[in-house]
C-alpha cells in the first residue's frame, strides 16, 4: 500500500493552490495555509496564517514535519510588482528563503515550488518557446523575484520547480481573474475585446497545473517542469475562445501590445521534457473550454 505524505501547501486559498490541494486530499494528508480568504475544501486542515512572516512560518514546519511542502504564495500582478518592490519580494521570496533553510536541515523534505514563464523574455534574440534549460533573462521585477526563488532553491537535492505559463480558468470570487475571465466577460455581453497579435504565451488550464502537480509528486521527479499549452499569440487566444462560445469575432479588436520594459513579449514555454518525463499530455484548448462551460452553463 502506498504510504499517506504529510503535504503543507502554502497559499490553499490562490487559484492554483486550491485546484492542487483537491487533487491531492483523497490520498494524502493535506494542510493549508490562507491568508484571508478561507476556501471550502474537505478533507484537510486549514490554518490562517501570514507565511511572510519568518518566525511564524518556521514555527509551522517545525510543528508540522511535513513529507512536502507545495508554496503557491504569490502576488503576480506584473504591475504591481513593478510599482512596490517591497511588497512583491516579501511575499514572493521571504517565505522560500525559510523553506529551504528549513529543508537543508531536514533534507527528506520535498520543495515544489510554482515558479513562472516570466523568469523568461529578455531574450530579444530568441525566436520560438523557451526550453526549461535556456537561460534566464526576467525583464520585470516579479520575474526577477521568481529567479532570486529558483537560484536559492536548486541548492536543494530534493526539490521540484514548475513554471506555468498564463494560468486561465475559472477562479472563485475572492480570486483573481484570468485572460479568459476578461475574454468571456466581454463578448459574453457584446462588448469589445482588444488581443495583442504580437504577445506570444503557452496558456495553461489550471487543472492541468493541478494534474501535473500530482503527477510528480507521485512519480517522486526533481528538477524543474515547464508547464504550458499551446504556444500562440493572446489575439489568436481570444479568437479560439470566442469562436468555442460562439461569441462574434468581429468584436475582437486586433492590436500591436504597448511598449513596455517590464512586459515582455513572448515567454512562451516549450513542455517537451515534461511530456516525456512525466509522461503528460497537456489539454487541447478547446477541451479546457469544454470543460469550463460545463460549469458556466
Request: glycine share 4%; charged share 25%.
Amino acid at each position: 500500500m502506498k504510504k499517506m505524505k504529510k503535504i503543507l501547501i502554502l497559499g490553499i486559498s490562490g487559484f492554483a493552490g486550491l485546484e492542487i490541494a483537491k487533487k491531492l486530499v483523497l490520498e494524502n494528508k493535506v494542510i493549508g495555509t490562507y491568508y484571508h480568504n478561507k476556501p471550502e475544501i474537505k478533507n484537510c486542515e486549514l490554518i490562517q496564517m501570514d507565511v511572510t512572516s519568518n518566525k511564524i512560518l518556521n514555527s509551522l514546519l517545525e510543528n508540522k514535519k511535513p513529507d512536502l511542502i507545495i508554496n503557491c504564495v504569490a502576488i503576480s500582478n506584473i504591475d504591481e510588482c513593478e510599482m512596490n518592490h517591497e511588497l512583491c519580494r516579501k511575499i514572493n521570496v521571504l517565505p522560500t528563503e525559510v523553506i529551504v533553510e528549513y529543508c537543508k536541515r531536514n533534507p527528506k523534505t520535498k520543495y515544489v515550488f510554482l515558479s513562472s514563464s516570466q523568469v523568461f523574455g529578455g531574450d530579444k534574440t530568441k525566436v520560438g518557446a523557451y526550453s526549461k534549460d535556456d537561460p534566464c533573462h526576467p525583464i520585470n521585477y516579479y520575474g526577477k523575484c521568481k529567479l532570486e526563488c529558483e537560484n536559492i532553491i536548486r541548492k536543494l537535492k530534493n526539490h521540484v520547480i514548475i513554471r506555468p505559463c498564463l494560468i486561465f480558468g475559472l477562479p472563485k470570487k475572492y480570486q483573481h481573474k484570468t485572460i479568459f475571465n476578461y475574454i468571456y466577460d466581454a463578448l459574453s455581453v457584446g462588448d469589445i475585446f482588444t488581443a495583442h497579435f504580437d504577445q506570444i504565451k503557452s496558456p495553461v488550464f489550471v487543472q492541468d497545473v493541478a494534474l501535473l502537480t500530482k503527477n510528480i509528486i507521485e512519480k517522486e521527479k526533481t528538477g524543474i517542469f515547464h508547464a504550458g499549452g499551446k504556444t500562440r499569440s493572446i489575439y489568436d487566444f481570444t479568437i479560439e475562445v470566442a469562436k468555442f462560445f460562439s461569441f462574434n469575432t468581429n468584436l475582437v479588436i486586433i492590436k500591436k501590445s504597448e511598449e513596455k520594459s517590464y512586459r515582455s513579449k513572448n515567454n512562451s514555454l516549450d513542455c517537451t521534457f515534461t511530456e516525456q518525463e512525466c509522461g503528460f499530455i497537456f489539454k487541447p484548448l478547446e477541451e479546457s473550454l469544454y470543460n469550463i462551460k460545463r460549469v458556466i452553463i
